[in-house]
T-cell receptor, first 114, second 110 residues
Framework: DGGITQSPKYLFRKEGQNVTLSCEQN?????MYWYRQDPGQGLRLIYY???????QKGDIAEGYSVSREKKESFPLTVTSAQKNPTAFYLC?????????????FGEGSWLTVV | QLLEQSPQFLSIQEGENLTVYCNSS?????LQWYRQEPGEGPVLLIA?????ELTSNGRLTAQFGITRKDSFLNISASIPSDVGIYFC???????????FGAGTRLFVKA
């Protein structure tokens, strides 16, 4: 079945470390996204990519980095510059850049700073 | 908030009906409703593409407003497993990014 796979589901980070969250999709979607969700809160956009080798900052990009070397993959690195990284991270994708495309989500990754 | 969602919280008895609303001052080309269970990603419930469109999915019914600026989601005969956060989301006409409402947290008492 087609879908979006995020890994790991749970990740613990020591202060000062960088960690990378994986996101792979086999939906043949052009656009991919990373969202952050804090407990009891809505979704905030970190980064998005409309095509391979191109990505744009979202609303809360500071302390994060991404790459888009393959259409299927959009990994997110949480750097040591992100002062409060403990949150639930969601990867998503849409078919293309035109409006009207429904967004599909992975199952999410929990990141905790220890 | 570009998409105003209400109510923010909803606590009902099992078997009751409920309605969640989504409003904006902007025109949207499409609008979707999602449900998120704790610790999981949001799952698409209903997608709306045409002005005035009324769509059902089991006990769920949603409509896209005639002006494309609003929508509602109705759940009939609620059951305990309906609990979660319900989000409306949409793409503005000519826009690319998906815009999300703040979510409605639903509690169903057995």
């Amino acid at each position: 079945d087609g879908g979006i796979t995020q890994s790991p589901k749970y990740l613990f980070r020591k202060e000062g470390q960088n960690v990378t969250l994986s996101c792979e999709q086999n939906l043949n979607h052009d656009a991919m996204y990373w969202y952050r969700q804090d407990p009891g809160q809505g979704l905030r956009l970190i980064y998005y990519s409309q095509i391979v080798n191109d990505f744009q900052k979202g609303d809360i990009a500071e302390g994060y980095s991404v790459s888009r070397e393959k259409k299927e993959s959009f990994p997110l690195t949480v750097t040591s510059a992100q002062k409060n990284p403990t949150a639930f991270y969601l990867c998503a994708s849409t078919r293309g850049g035109s409006s009207g495309n429904t967004i599909y989500f992975g199952e999410g990754s929990w990141l905790t700073v220890v | 908030q570009l998409l105003e969602q209400s109510p923010q919280f909803l606590s009902i008895q099992e078997g009751e009906n409920l309605t969640v609303y989504c409003n904006s001052s902007s025109v949207f080309s499409s609008l979707q409703w999602y449900r998120q269970e704790p610790g999981e990603g949001p799952v698409l419930l209903i997608a709306l593409y045409k002005a005035g469109e009324l769509t059902s999915n089991g006990r769920l019914t949603a409509q896209f407003g005639i002006t494309r600026k609003d929508s509602f989601l109705n759940i009939s005969a609620s059951i305990p497993s309906d609990v979660g956060i319900y989000f409306c989301a949409g793409q503005r006409t000519g826009g690319f990014k998906t815009i999300f409402g703040a979510g409605t947290r639903l509690f169903v008492k057995a």
